[in-house]
């Protein structure tokens, strides 16, 4: 599905498969790249590497350069600029929010900016991610000849903070869910569940990393106001690793002695992801900010029925298809649990509108998409 040209030396720092594993930034790197190589014989990939080798990246078409997972100012002044002169590449691109830019480039610079939320939230970055991040973001902006990001929302955060870079050069390139989050049998997952968790009851499920601005807070307090309420004895599952503000909303809950109805799971394997979804009942998701949001659509591809927030780029990844929410009002998100887990047919309704609506995305299409950008950006004086 690509454009005929003359073949292209494509170069992109790969080190986030490796470095980034199992995070929103990992995971498009991987699928991407995976993507572009699989699909495009003509033109040759030139692969930044650090750590593992994956055989699935070694092709007729890819050359790896295994290299040190740092980023520092030897790799951007000197030993990139010199892999890309030597390489004769027509295109690098830097997935990974423009880390590690080289100061001199003899090829067009693509910058993936996923998101700005150390400039829209700062109060919910780490201190030293955020001086970093704001530090190098102007630079890495001006010595970009084109940027790529995930969604609407993050073209227009981009524009808002960086005026006067020519918005036809950001390209919006949504993102995709993996293929094995798809529509399971549904109670074989709840046994699993069961067997390795000890889970037995219906729940109501969250994923998605405890980082302030995951408002995961206010879910724990909606639960917990509506416990009495619920039709069924529902539990509210957290999962994921104990980072950022984990341990402070697991002492929330044992200090509301809520442990019996609350479980964090801790650190789950991708592989037992789509069986969570596909065993909850319900997906909740009442962020602030996001990007993109990958834990919707994995939700939806699950025929998982979801409720979220209005605020964002969400409303454009799930559109009419979830119960979309003020995350700031807790009595909102109360109702809206009550009112799907008591509802058959509205939750019936959400599982189809979302499957559907997950149809839309895809890697190839990110893929495709991201290709048409570097012609473009080639192609434009």
């Not at 009442?286 to 919707?296: A, D, H, K, T």
């Not at 570097?374 to 004086?381: A, G, H, T, V």
């Amino acid at each position: 599905y690509f454009f005929e040209v003359n073949s292209m030396n494509i170069g992109i720092d790969a080190r986030g498969i490796n470095l980034y594993r199992g995070s929103g930034i990992g995971t498009y790197t991987k699928n991407l790249i995976l993507n572009l190589i699989n699909s495009n014989l003509k033109d040759n990939f030139n692969l930044l590497w650090t750590g593992n080798e994956d055989k699935s990246f070694i092709k007729k078409n890819t050359s790896l350069t295994y290299i040190s997972g740092r980023y520092n100012l030897f790799y951007e002044d000197f030993y990139i600029p010199h892999w890309i002169k030597e390489k004769k590449l027509s295109i690098y691109h830097l997935p990974q929010n423009g880390l590690g830019i080289p100061l001199d480039s003899d090829s067009k610079i693509v910058t993936t900016i996923h998101d700005l939320i150390p400039y829209t939230m700062p109060e919910t970055v780490g201190k030293g991610y955020l001086n970093k991040f704001l530090k190098e973001m102007p630079k890495i902006i001006s010595s970009s000849s084109g940027i790529i990001t995930v969604s609407e929302y993050s073209k227009k955060d981009i524009l808002k903070f960086f005026p006067t870079f020519p918005s036809e050069k950001i390209y919006v390139t949504p993102l995709a869910a993996n293929e094995n989050f798809k529509p399971l049998d549904k109670k074989s997952c709840k046994n699993v569940i069961k067997n390795l968790f000890k889970i037995d009851s219906p729940f109501i499920l969250y994923l998605g990393g405890f980082s302030s601005r995951k408002n995961v807070r206010n879910l724990i307090l909606a639960f917990e106001k509506i416990i009495k309420d619920l039709p069924d004895n529902y539990k509210l599952v957290l999962g994921g690793s104990l980072q950022d503000e984990g341990e402070t909303l697991k002492k929330l809950v044992y200090d509301n002695n809520l442990e019996k109805d609350i479980i964090f799971t801790g650190y789950l394997k991708d592989s037992l992801l789509p069986i969570f979804y596909n065993a909850a009942d319900v997906f909740i998701y009442p962020s602030y900010y996001e990007g993109f949001g990958l834990p919707l659509l994995e939700a939806m591809c699950c025929k998982t029925p979801v409720i979220t927030s209005n605020l964002t780029s969400i409303p454009e990844v799930t559109e009419d298809s979830a119960l979309l929410i003020n995350p700031s009002n807790k009595d909102e998100l109360s109702d809206a649990i009550i009112k799907i887990l008591k509802n058959p047919s509205l939750k019936e309704d959400l599982r189809e509108k979302g499957y559907l609506q997950s149809l839309k995305f895809s890697w190839k299409k990110t893929c495709k998409l991201t290709y048409n950008a570097y012609l473009s950006i080639l192609n434009d004086n």
